[in-house]
């Protein structure tokens, strides 16, 4: 049996029905139309965007202009090191000495085991509440009828 380290979660419980055409009634239905067609529009726009890159690759354009707006491919390229491919390659080069560190981190099922079986003494667990950060987020959950 595993001993929690946070136990503090909250959520709210409360459920009440609001009275069909009152304001915020009116507008949670309008959220669930608009959030159902967001995503059929986006999966639209999504599936065009991959298809105009396609055709313009083929046609070896890079610019379509018409009179809504006009479309341009550019490249971008990104570069990043390959870490541990990097750390050898400074070791191997005998160039590492201040460049290559090494990272401390907290082994949590270590920390775990060790709330676990007493070995930090329990005013010391009580303590290490202040090295904890609580966020707290409120989430909006629509379920859309259905059915209907």
Do not use: W
Request: with cysteine; aromatic share 6%; proline share 1%.
């Amino acid at each position: 049996m595993r001993k929690l380290i946070n136990t503090d979660t909250e959520v709210a419980q409360k459920s009440d029905v609001v009275a069909p055409n009152t304001e915020l009634a009116t507008l949670v239905e309008s959220y669930i139309e608009n959030k159902e067609q967001e995503s059929y529009f986006k999966d639209l726009a999504t599936q065009e965007n991959v298809q105009i890159k396609e055709m313009m690759h083929d046609m070896d354009i890079t610019e379509c202009a018409t009179s809504l707006g006009t479309a341009t491919i550019t490249e971008q390229t990104r570069e990043t090191f390959l870490e541990d491919k990097l750390i050898e390659f400074l070791k191997t080069n005998n160039v590492a000495d201040d460049i290559v560190k090494t990272k401390e981190y907290v082994d949590f099922d270590a920390l775990e085991s060790a709330i676990y079986h007493e070995t930090i003494p329990s005013e010391l667990v009580k303590q290490m509440d202040s090295c904890k950060e609580k966020k707290t987020t409120t989430v909006l959950r629509i379920k859309k009828k259905k059915g209907d």
